[in-house]
């Protein structure tokens, strides 16, 4: 089992930035793929960003590209979502996952464990 636990959301204001991280325990990091999601009020859950296991590799959605940056560190067992440039459409429920298989996948079946999530909102 692998306990993933979000954190960094909050209330920020159209153009500004939020560094989410998400602390995971109770396997090994490095041998997880790691995500990150969100699903916005009335919406279905979307893929935001994903890292490879050692760092080097990252895909994101096109709508978050050159605004949001996915990184980890394998020391901390931490991953990262440093968001700037915020617009209100980025307002969502923010979810970290993991997944044991070396693919960067962006559906959200793929991933084997989930945080509870953490809400950012952000206003016009």
């Known amino acids: 089992q692998v306990q993933l636990v979000e954190s960094g959301g909050g209330l920020v204001q159209a153009g500004g930035s939020l560094r989410l991280s998400c602390a995971a325990s109770?396997?090994?990091?490095?041998?997880?793929?790691m995500g990150w999601f969100r699903q916005g009020p009335g919406k279905e859950r979307e893929f935001v960003a994903a890292?490879?296991?050692?760092?080097?590799?990252?895909y994101y959605v096109d709508s978050v590209k050159g605004r949001f940056t996915i990184s980890r560190d394998n020391a901390k067992s931490t991953v990262y979502l440093q968001m700037n440039s915020l617009e209100p459409e980025d307002t969502a429920v923010y979810y970290c996952?993991?997944?044991?298989?070396?693919?960067?996948?962006?559906?959200?079946?793929?991933?084997?464990?989930w945080g509870q999530g953490t809400q950012v909102t952000v206003s016009s």
């Open positions: 996952a993991a997944d044991g298989t070396p693919i960067l996948r962006t559906k959200a079946a793929g991933y084997d464990y």
């Open positions: 109770g396997r090994t990091f490095s041998d997880y793929v």
């Open positions: 890292i490879s296991r050692g760092g080097g590799r990252t």
